[in-house]
């Protein structure tokens, strides 16, 4: 496993729409390990391929339940709204107030080719929501209603 650099905004690969994964093969399932550890590293509840320079549809997110690799992932279901703070590991020391879907129902497929479904809501609805919004090259900076440093 490796740490990978995490792109920071400017980089034009945070602005583009990821492809789909067509394959999960060895490379996938080390990108998979990579980014987890990436984002664990970084202190991270998420990461997007693009975030790593990556242009596809993958995300890993840890909201404190463990592990979750998703592969192609696409919002099936939403409902309720909620405006919280967000922050974003390509966008150091800035957070902003966002507002997300309260829940949401998440499908994908896990690095062995399964569907997965996931039911979010706290802070996995919002991390997915996130995470999500990264592989259509849309950054949490671009919903803020309002902006800070910390």
Same mark, same amino acid.
């Given at each position: 496993?490796?740490?990978?650099?995490?792109?920071? /905004?400017?980089?034009? %690969?945070? +602005?583009?729409?990821? $492809?789909?994964?067509?394959?999960?093969?060895?490379?996938?399932?080390?990108?998979?390990?990579?980014? $987890?550890?990436?984002?664990?590293?970084?202190?991270?509840?998420?990461? /997007?391929?693009?975030? =790593?320079?990556?242009?596809?549809?993958?995300?890993?997110?840890? $909201?404190? !339940?463990?592990?979750?690799?998703?592969? !192609?992932? =696409?919002?099936?279901? *939403?409902?309720?709204?909620?405006?919280?703070?967000?922050?974003?590991?390509?966008?150091?020391?800035?957070?902003?107030? %966002?507002?997300?879907?309260?829940?949401?129902? =998440?499908?994908?497929? !896990?690095?062995?080719?399964? +569907?997965?479904?996931?039911?979010?809501?706290?802070?996995?609805?919002?991390?997915?929501?996130?995470?999500?919004?990264?592989?259509?090259? =849309?950054?949490?900076?671009?919903? *803020?209603?309002?902006?800070?440093?910390?």
């Amino acid at each position: 496993m490796a740490i990978l650099e995490i792109r920071k /905004a400017g980089d034009k %690969v945070l +602005k583009e729409p990821c $492809a789909a994964v067509s394959k999960i093969d060895r490379k996938i399932r080390q990108l998979l390990d990579d980014m $987890a550890q990436t984002m664990y590293h970084a202190d991270g509840v998420g990461l /997007a391929a693009p975030q =790593v320079g990556v242009s596809l549809r993958i995300i890993v997110i840890d $909201a404190g !339940n463990g592990l979750l690799e998703l592969i !192609n992932p =696409v919002l099936i279901e *939403a409902e309720g709204e909620e405006k919280d703070t967000e922050g974003c590991l390509s966008i150091p020391g800035i957070y902003g107030e %966002v507002e997300r879907f309260s829940k949401v129902v =998440v499908e994908g497929i !896990n690095r062995n080719g399964k +569907k997965e479904r996931i039911v979010g809501t706290g802070l996995l609805a919002r991390a997915l929501q996130h995470e999500m919004d990264h592989l259509e090259g =849309v950054l949490f900076i671009d919903k *803020a209603q309002t902006l800070c440093k910390r």
